[in-house]
């Protein structure tokens, strides 16, 4: 996958050099993994969005993600639709079942 990580306050793009979050598509862990990357860490308050994806890509993704793990001292919050619309879930360092969010997820934000 291309593109470059951004710097805070910016869009996350899969593929930069350490990564934000490591999605899988099955809870507990399992299943393929889709990896976001940033340049930065995130900052040490929940209080503000350091990184989103408006809408997941590569498409396959969308509404696919059954657990994730955080990196980059990032905490991750997932959003029923695209725009950060819909259920959403608290910002999470890591989280091994969804609940209402098991593939059910279409855009991000880190925070």
């Known amino acids: 996958m291309g593109g470059t990580g951004a710097k805070q306050g910016g869009v996350v793009?899969?593929?930069a050099l350490a990564p934000v979050a490591i999605m899988r598509e099955d809870r507990d862990y399992?299943?393929?993994?889709?990896?976001?990357s940033a340049e930065f860490d995130c900052t040490l308050t929940?209080?503000?969005?350091?990184?989103?994806?408006?809408?997941i890509t590569p498409e396959d993704w969308n509404d696919e993600i059954g657990s994730f793990i955080g990196g980059?001292?990032?905490?991750v919050s997932l959003?029923?639709?695209?725009?950060w619309a819909g259920a959403s879930s608290p910002f999470m360092d890591i989280d091994?079942?969804?609940g209402v969010l098991d593939d059910e997820s279409s855009s991000i934000r880190w925070s």
């Open 46 to 55: 929940t209080a503000d969005v350091d990184y989103w994806v408006e809408l």
């Open 72 to 75: 980059r001292a990032c905490w």
């Open 30 to 36: 399992r299943g393929s993994t889709l990896t976001y």
């Open 13 to 15: 793009t899969p593929a």
């Open 96 to 98: 091994d079942e969804l």
């Open 79 to 83: 959003f029923e639709y695209r725009g």
